[in-house]
């Protein structure tokens, strides 16, 4: 029992190590640090998009009303010539449309494999290929032998098992190990010795299989049946080919256990070369070898890939293996990343400039999984300033010596109609750090050719002239009603009310007549109002002087309907009907007519029952319910008159029986459970949700695929590219199917709330946004660096993915301990014990019990065992950790004093010694009592660390046992912990003390401020 409690002590001091510290404070709240300005390439990659200017720039005026003008008929557009579609572009294409890339992937795929992605087969029989004469002769082959001349004769003969070929007159001849050649000599030979003047030909006929064995890393190894025609190349197609990882440089052909042939494929690869495709025989084996070294070549070369090396290769010719170096690569910095010695990676970098002249560093050997990094010059254009806005021709224009303003816009034939004249600007990146500042300038002037306005241009420079509506209101009125094209028009000179009507397509059959309303804005001071002006629409069409009156900016022209004045009696019919809505009630008016008018009922409507919602005469609501289908076969008591305010509702066929829906989850406006219809896709399902929200990840959505069947589910996963199916890529939009689940995923790696805080001795303490990757180091800085009076070595850093393993641990500990209190109070109450093994247990029990309620009472902070340096040498080094969100970061101010606690007979804190050690500290605090535990001392140190009595002992040369714990040299914040000794011979009052010993620990060393 005393070694479970020793066990349990130790688990609680070990959870409590890593929150250890002397320092807590309150954290204060401080504005968060705001972000960067815009970057260069952010400015220029708007300025080349054929997006909205800058500004608000529009290219025709944008208004919340639809602006009613002429629509031409659309033209017909035709795909541009030499532009592909529906492939994705190659290198060479990305680079001459101008996207040049500014990083290089390192997603390489090994050279020459897929030059063997085909179906394999097993037997590949070739039979197109002629025999040559240097074909060997072996049982099984055919061949036709034809003579004529004095003599006509033919035989067909095969060559059997013993290498012979039998012919009448002639008997057996031997013709096994002759080649073609020999064979017709041979032939040709017996024959003249019993005729003469004749003529032979021998055709070959059904070749032979020969057996063939391809071994070693292939794809499919095994024993290939093939024809003896085959060579080395027919063989490793059959196979599949090497495996990625099998050797393309070192294929050995193997024949009578000997090696004949070894075929380097890069010769057929690279230069189309095939001397080294033998001949291949019977039981001949084709060996693949494990891959040799290799190297990798990324970025900006022609032919980017991961290539095998035979023998030693050179920097230069490894880059001539992958086909050069496009124009766009950077050579001034061309990087190797090597692995050193099985244990770090490191990089050098060269200087290439001189690619075609023989440098040293072209002759540097490369090894076994270099990888070259060629990386692509700067994506932006030098010598261009960018013309856009109000212009009949934006975009890019090259930057000339002394070029100015009107080089690009030398007359209004150059701008688009009414442009203005008063007001343009340059947006001009200012050296050296290429800020952003506005230079205004007068269009109108330097039309007139001012010199003072017609500024001189500089690269990167963006030109922006505005419509004259930007800065000046456009007229507008607008008119609603009853009218054929109700909408907002444009305020001409001398327009009156009659002319807005006509313009609009005049009124409606249902317009009334005797009252219309203008409503127009007067203005009071520097508030606006408006005032209702009441028209005879009569009068104005007749176009009196009074009634058709000039129309203003911004009127608005209301015409209303006959029926907006009558009060007349409808019913509303809704559900599964063609037109569902408000009918006008008429007389004797029943449910039939009502459907048939409503345009009769869609297929999915239910039959069986509808309802009607009645008002009644105390306007509470009474339901009828009807069947529809003996309603619409007239039966006198289903097809119920109808009442005014009546509301019927036909109710859908799947809503009743088998309803089908598909589920919609993730970055949409309205996720949720959509009834799915009948040719329903994926773009159907994200239009009913309300489409994306902003944030959405458009390349790739996830579609759960459930098939329900009697034996059970299951599960398919579909990626579905969301932007092709939005344009009705048939391959991306499918068809949905009951139970499928459409999740929108949001974009990788975006967080917006990545905070972490820094306190205590930095210049500016507080709250900072951090990016991904950010260092500690990196905040140190942002954060002004360190004052005079920070203590490094007291720095408490915590951690939120650090507080919640350690909660976990104390958790686990406290589920254990509950168990093992429930295990003991029911041994009690059910054995038999002395009343001295009682008292005991019951101590014990009870020990337990005030440990389990003060760790649950605990509070984990989460901290994190760092050591901050210098910033200087904190950059860089093991100690400058990666940032989490939610981190936080306290730098003390320098204590003068060292804690001496637990079993010494005056526990309390001295003043600080420079150079003193643990023995010195001991002795001033009286040294240790009798019940000290000697050997389990330690040290916890300002920053978290601990050091342990038992860490610091062992034997020495001389077998001398060396005890350097009492040398320890002690630092400000540092605590000594004297644990109390528990021993077997004392018996169970000692297990007690180990509550109050934790308590000690606890508060001293300033963790867990709720505990206890």
Do not use: C
């Not at 025709?60 to 017909?76: C, D, H, L, N, Y």
């Not at 500042?437 to 007068?442: E, K, V």
């Amino acid at each position: 029992m005393i070694g479970k409690m020793r066990i349990i002590l130790l688990s609680v001091i070990l959870l409590s190590i890593p929150l250890l510290g002397p320092f807590v404070v309150k954290a204060q709240e401080t504005p968060i640090v705001a972000l960067p300005p815009i970057s260069l390439p952010s400015i220029i990659k708007e300025a080349e998009s054929p997006g909205k200017p800058e500004g608000g720039v529009l290219e025709k005026a944008e208004f919340v009303e639809e602006i009613k003008e002429p629509v031409a008929e659309p033209k017909e557009t035709k795909p541009q010539e030499g532009v592909t579609t529906g492939e994705a572009p190659s290198e060479i294409e990305t680079l001459l449309s101008g996207q040049v890339p500014t990083t290089v992937s390192t997603r390489l795929k090994q050279f020459g494999y897929d030059l063997f992605k085909s179906t394999v087969s097993t037997f590949a029989p070739i039979t197109d290929v002629p025999v040559g004469p240097d074909y060997v002769i072996a049982p099984g082959d055919s061949f036709t032998i034809t003579v004529w001349g004095r003599v006509n004769m033919t035989y067909e003969v095969t060559v059997d098992r013993n290498g012979e070929i039998t012919l009448p007159e002639f008997g057996a001849l031997k013709v096994w190990g002759l080649t073609l050649k020999g064979l017709k000599d041979y032939l040709q030979y017996e024959f003249s010795r019993r005729y003469s003047q004749f003529e032979m030909n021998i055709t070959m006929g059904r070749l032979r299989a020969i057996r063939v064995y391809i071994v070693g890393e292939a794809v499919t190894p095994g024993s290939y049946s093939l024809s003896s025609l085959s060579t080395l190349f027919n063989a490793l197609f059959a196979a599949g080919g090497p495996s990625k990882r099998g050797s393309l440089r070192n294929i050995q052909l193997i024949r009578d256990n000997k090696i004949i042939e070894r075929v380097d494929l890069y010769d057929f690869l690279l230069r189309g070369d095939r001397s080294q495709d033998a001949r291949l025989q019977n039981e001949d084996t084709v060996f693949i070898p494990v891959i040799g070294p290799v190297v990798g070549l990324a970025g900006n070369v022609k032919r980017p890939a991961i290539y095998e090396m035979k023998g030693p290769l050179n920097l230069k010719e490894a880059i001539e293996l992958a086909g050069g170096v496009t124009p766009a690569g950077y050579l001034r910095r061309v990087q190797v990343e090597r692995v050193i010695a099985h244990e770090y990676r490191v990089v050098v970098d060269f200087d290439l400039s001189g690619l075609l002249e023989e440098t040293p560093q072209l002759k540097t050997i490369l090894q076994d999984l270099d990888m070259v990094k060629i990386s692509p010059i700067l994506p932006l254009t030098q010598n261009i300033v960018y013309l856009e806005g109000h212009v009949e021709r934006p975009g890019g224009y090259e930057l000339k010596e002394g070029m100015r303003i009107s080089n690009l816009i030398s007359s209004f034939d150059d701008l688009l109609p009414e442009p203005y004249l008063d007001y343009a600007e340059i947006i001009r990146l200012e050296e050296p750090d290429l800020h952003a500042r506005i230079l205004p300038f007068n269009l109108g002037e330097v039309l007139k050719g001012n010199p003072k306005e017609n500024l001189l241009l500089q690269r990167f420079d963006r030109i922006k002239i505005y419509p004259k509506e930007y800065f000046i209101e456009k007229r507008l009125v607008s008119i609603s009603g009853e009218i054929k094209h109700p909408g907002t028009y444009r305020l001409v000179k001398d327009m009156r009310l009659s002319d807005l009507i006509h313009q609009a397509g005049d009124l409606t059959k249902d317009a009334y007549l005797d009252r219309a309303e203008l409503f127009r804005i007067t203005p009071f001071g520097p508030d606006t109002d408006y005032k209702i002006i009441v028209l005879d629409l009569k009068k104005v069409l007749d176009e009196d002087p009074e009634q058709n009156l000039l129309l203003e900016s911004k009127d608005r022209l209301r015409i209303y309907s006959i029926w907006d004045l009558l009060d007349k009696p409808f019913v509303t019919i809704e559900g599964e009907v063609r037109k569902p809505g408000k009918v006008e009630l008429v007389k004797d008016m029943r449910l039939s007519d009502l459907i048939h008018q409503a345009g009769d009922l869609t297929k999915d409507a239910y039959l069986d029952q509808g309802e009607i919602f009645r008002l009644t005469a105390n306007r509470d609501i009474e339901t009828i319910y009807f069947n529809v289908r003996r309603a619409l076969e007239d039966d006198d008591q289903e097809n119920i008159l109808l009442m005014d305010e009546d509301r019927v509702v036909i109710h859908n066929l799947w809503d009743r029986k088998f309803k089908e829906v598909v589920t919609i989850t993730g970055l949409v406006n309205r996720p949720g459970d959509y009834r799915r219809t009948e040719g329903m896709k994926i773009s159907d399902l994200i239009f009913q949700a309300g489409s994306f929200k902003k944030n959405a990840y458009l390349k790739e959505a996830e579609l759960i695929r459930r098939i329900v069947t009697q034996e059970g589910m299951k599960t398919e996963k579909i990626l579905i590219d969301l932007k092709k199916a939005l344009e009705n890529d048939p391959t991306q939009d499918i068809l949905l199917k009951d139970y499928d689940h459409l999740a929108i995923r949001p974009i990788p790696e975006l967080e917006f709330d990545r905070i972490v805080s820094i306190l205590g001795e930095v210049m500016f303490p507080g709250s900072y946004l951090i990016e991904r990757g950010e260092t500690l180091s990196s905040l140190i800085e942002r954060a002004g660096g360190y004052t005079s009076r920070a203590y490094l070595d007291g720095a408490i850093f915590k951690r939120e993915s650090v507080r919640i393993l350690q909660e976990k641990r104390r958790d686990d500990l406290i589920r254990k301990m509950e168990e093992e209190i429930l295990t003991e109070e029911g041994y009690l109450a059910t054995s038999v014990l002395k009343p001295e093994e009682l008292r005991v247990r019951q101590q014990t029990l009870a020990s337990r019990r005030e440990l389990l309620t003060k760790l649950k009472a605990g509070q984990v902070e989460g901290r994190l065992v760092t050591r901050l340096l210098p910033l200087k040498r904190l950059k860089g080094s093991e100690y400058d950790i990666e940032l989490e969100k939610g981190d936080s970061l306290f730098i003390p101010e320098m204590p003068n004093t060292v804690t001496v606690m637990g079993e010494v007979y005056n526990p309390t804190a001295l003043i600080y010694k420079k150079g003193r050690d643990v023995r010195y500290y001991l002795r001033m605090v009286g040294g240790v009592t009798r019940d000290a535990d000697k050997d389990q001392l330690f040290v916890i140190r300002a920053d978290g660390s601990v050091i342990s009595r038992v860490q610091l002992r062992h034997w020495g040369p001389l077998r001398l046992f060396s005890d350097r714990f009492m040398n320890v040299k002690l630092f400000p914040g540092d605590t000594i912990l004297v644990p109390k000794r528990i021993t077997e011979g004392k018996g169970w009052e000692r297990v007690k003390d180990s509550v109050q010993l934790l308590y000690q620990i606890a508060v001293s060393a300033g963790v867990m401020r709720t505990l206890f």
